[in-house]
């Protein structure tokens, strides 16, 4: 009866075991030295996990660096044999678990896979120190091989050497080549995992004593290394390996002297962040300040080239705007002074055009005034002595008016004397009828027969200002309306609450919009025979007694096109009153 019960549990085992075990499954072992070094020295391990685990096959797969990566992201091994460095850089990503590691002097002394570094030189070198190494050929294994590299790399660092690795040759696997290069003296140095040197000499690839090893450290090991000692290599299991199998093996190992439990990676990993190399840091910074130091002398000169190129920049551009400013301040001063001297010019010619009516006037007009004054004083007794003695007032009158034209437009030339003048008394003056009387001076009933004049006067205006000034200004709108042939004439007098408004319309079809901006510019006129002088008289002579005048195109009342000048006075005390 046990008897089956030991039979039925053997085969209820089997039948659960048998075909997970029954696979087959791949060991990839990093192969420092190669595939032939590496089958030699690993396959004994591999023959007795098939002796231990019968009922599956393992298989060894040598790999090197970048191989063994490769294998692990495709799946295409379960088991890895490798150092701590490269196991820290798999498991950050594939989450690999240490089932055994090797322990070191437990066996063969040459077959301890302990890690460190030996920095070798050749014996007859003249290289007796580290930073002697300066500007000489280093030789390693890979960039990212942790004793082929890293561990010597951090050494040299220690000793105050900062390895330039763009002058580092990184030979790849085997390991061997390192110091066959060296031999050669194709490179000064190298960097080489340790107890290679004297594995190599034991295998007679290499007397041993034609080399010799850069900072030698004192330690209890059977190897020469230039670094501290890191633990053995380690056997790990890929996270899809079943724990049967992992166990499996985990036990063949372990009843092997050579193997015991996983061994901690805390001070690999210390390292890998020490030398910013952990696969898990993302420090860009330090690695570009890492950088910098490297190249510092080529950084500091191309920031020394910035800092010149900036700084003549600058000097540049502060030259050219002081140098602008300058410019553009005389450019002012110029155009100020063209300005003011053809202003001058035009003050002059206009000076020189009032004073000469006044002197050609004053003349002829003072002798008219006295033969009408001595018309009337003889005419006491003749019969039509009313008559001629209207005909006489009329003419003293107008001589009068006339040289009350003469004196405002000196006065015009010459603010100067307007001012002088300036205490002249004002007189009500009666809109509406100053208008009639300016048409009949005009006499547009025999020189526009054509001509409608539209008077608009709802109540009686009267401003308080020279008479002959408002006569002045509208018989000069009036004229500029007939001689551009309006054929009527809108006159209306209005006011708002702040102002008094006399316009006047015509229907002459208006002026072209180029010549509005240049209305009130003296000697600026659309007329061929125009001197562009009314318009600037008249607004000079309203803006001395307060009033302004305004020039636009409007449609006239019949929908004519039209010119629309409104004359405008204050409705204050001084300048205009309502009655």
Known sequence: MERSVKILLFLMVTSLTSPLLAAEWTIGILALRGETITRTQWQPLVDSLNQAVPEAHFRLLPLDLNGMREAVNQGTIQFVLTNPG????????????????????????????????????????????????????????????????????????????????????????PADALLYLLREE???????????????????????????????KNVAFHCLTSTPLYPDWS????????????????????????????????????????????????????????????????????????????????????????????LEQANSQLRNQQQTLEQARQMNMLGEMASGFAHELNQPLAAIRMYAQGGLNHLSAAENRAAVEKALVNIESQAERCGLIIRHLREWANPARQAENATEDYAPCDVAGTIRQVLTLLQLDKTSPDLSVYLYNHQTVLLALPPVVLEQVLANIILNAVQAGAGNLWIDLSRD????????????????????PDLFRPFHSGKKTGMGLGLVICQRLLRGIH????????????????VCVTLKFPADDNNGKRQ
């Not at 194709?186 to 900072?215: H, N």
């Open 86 to 173: 490269q196991f820290v850089q798999l498991n950050s990503h594939y989450h690999l678990r240490w089932l055994s590691s090797l322990r070191s002097g437990q066996g063969t002394t040459l077959e301890s896979m302990t890690t460190g570094s030996a920095i070798v030189v050749r014996e007859a070198s003249d290289i007796t120190r580290p930073q002697e190494l300066v500007g000489k050929t280093l030789g390693a294994v890979d960039a990212q091989a942790f004793g082929g590299y890293l561990l010597g790399y951090r050494a040299l660092r220690d000793a105050g050497v900062q390895v330039d690795e763009s002058t580092v040759r990184f030979v790849g696997f």
């Open 186 to 216: 194709a490179i000064q140095a190298a960097i080489v995992p340790v107890c290679l040197l004297e594995s190599m000499d034991s295998e007679g690839l290499i007397d041993k004593s034609q080399f010799r090893v850069l900072l030698q």
């Open 235 to 326: 056997f790990a299991a890929l996270p899809g390996v079943d724990d049967r199998v992992a166990d499996a093996v985990t036990r063949a190992l372990l009843s092997s002297p050579r193997w015991g439990a996983p061994t901690s990676t805390s001070d690999t990993e210390a390292l890998l962040r020490e030398l910013n190399r952990h696969p898990e840091q993302q420090r860009i910074g330090e690695t570009v300040l890492d950088w910098m130091r490297q190249h510092r002398l080529a950084i500091g000169l191309c920031l020394l080239l910035v800092v010149l190129f900036i700084a003549n920049y600058g000097w540049v551009m502060v030259l050219v705007n002081r140098r602008g400013r300058a």
């Open 497 to 516: 609450e702040h102002q008094y408004h006399i316009t006047l319309q015509d229907d002459a079809g208006g002026i072209p919009a180029e010549q509005l």
């Open 547 to 562: 009033g302004d005048i305004d020039v636009h195109n409007r449609r006239a009342p019949d929908g004519s096109e039209g």
